[in-house]
């Protein structure tokens, strides 16, 4: 008997499907709503969840008659679980793309304000020429992406960061670089003008990205390499629940420019000293699956 991450081993066998219910059931803590994602009765899941435990030796879940979550045991369990299964689909996806067919899954993501790939353009054709790929797509800010992609969570992401500045720890391909703009509701004090510098914007009242992070940094190094200081009184988690904030008139926000182009209600103002941000494409420097592959051809980006 091997014990390891508190989990104890017997001769016995731990099935890929199993693991999938696993998984089911601790994204959704309900063995019902699992059974409907995974296309099974719930008795034939729970099944298969006991004799997984048993031949396991520990228990993976909590059950009482209100909730269910994982036990440490559990927990320990997960992470390997999505590890075997991602190797799983994987191995059956590089068999797949020697014989010419792209399989497998994509994990992209990106942040809200993303504009130099039109991104449900480009999945409505990787659709059309590989039908058989599931996608996810999950929207984040530029660090976290960063790191989940370093995680293998994902595979492809795109993202925003300071001109001097690189994403690190994965491989990354520049698209483009734009310098942000002023944006203010049609009733705003500043609405009227069409440019506009930095220190005369340091007197307003900002909406903008949490401290720290790589959205926000744009900002913030432009004001304090020009010596000045403003007031951020809301910080916003979504870039686009950040513009309903801008249009209410609670403050002013700065923006890439062709973001701003899609939404109405706003008026733009040049800034004659911005920020500037570059987008980025970023995958694993651990190497592309025949699905990212696919998908980065298709953006004309190669390993170089």
Not at 43 to 70: D, N, P
Not at 205 to 230: E, I, M, N, W, Y
Request: charged share 25%; hydrophobic share 45%.
């Amino acid at each position: 008997m091997l014990v390891t991450s508190s989990i104890a081993y017997h001769d016995g066998s731990v099935e890929l499907q199993q693991m999938r219910y696993v998984i089911a059931v601790a994204e959704t803590n309900s063995f019902t709503r699992a059974a409907q994602r995974c296309l099974v009765v719930q008795s034939a899941l729970s099944h298969q969840i006991a004799r997984l435990e048993k031949e396991l030796g520990a228990r993976l879940f909590e059950r009482t008659s209100r909730r269910v979550r994982l036990t440490a045991a559990g927990a320990a369990f997960l992470p390997a679980a999505r590890q075997c299964l991602d190797a799983a689909e994987r191995a059956v996806a590089e068999v797949a793309a020697v014989v010419g067919e792209v399989r497998g899954r994509l994990a992209l993501g990106l942040i809200p304000s993303v504009t130099a790939v039109d991104v449900p353009t480009v999945l409505k054709e990787f659709h059309r020429r590989h039908p058989k790929v599931r996608i996810s797509l999950g929207v984040g800010g530029s660090d976290r992406l960063v790191e989940r992609v370093r995680q293998g969570e994902i595979e492809v992401a795109f993202l925003g960061m300071p001109v001097t500045t690189r994403p690190r720890g994965v491989m990354a391909r520049e698209l483009t670089r734009e310098r942000l703009v002023a944006v203010v509701s049609p009733d705003h004090p500043l609405a009227g003008e069409t440019s506009i510098d930095l220190r005369r914007l340091s007197s307003e009242v900002f909406v903008d990205l949490p401290a720290k992070t790589a959205g926000r940094a744009q900002s913030d190094l432009a004001f304090a390499a020009a010596g000045l200081t403003r007031e951020v009184a809301f910080e916003v988690t979504n870039a686009d629940y950040l513009t309903r904030l801008v249009g209410a008139g609670l403050g002013v926000a700065l923006l890439p420019p062709a973001y701003v182009e899609g939404l109405a209600g706003m008026v733009t103002i040049e800034v004659t000293d911005a920020p500037a941000r570059a987008e980025y494409v970023i995958w694993s420097r651990e190497g592309r699956t025949p699905a990212a592959a696919a998908f980065l051809d298709l953006l004309d980006v190669r390993e170089e």
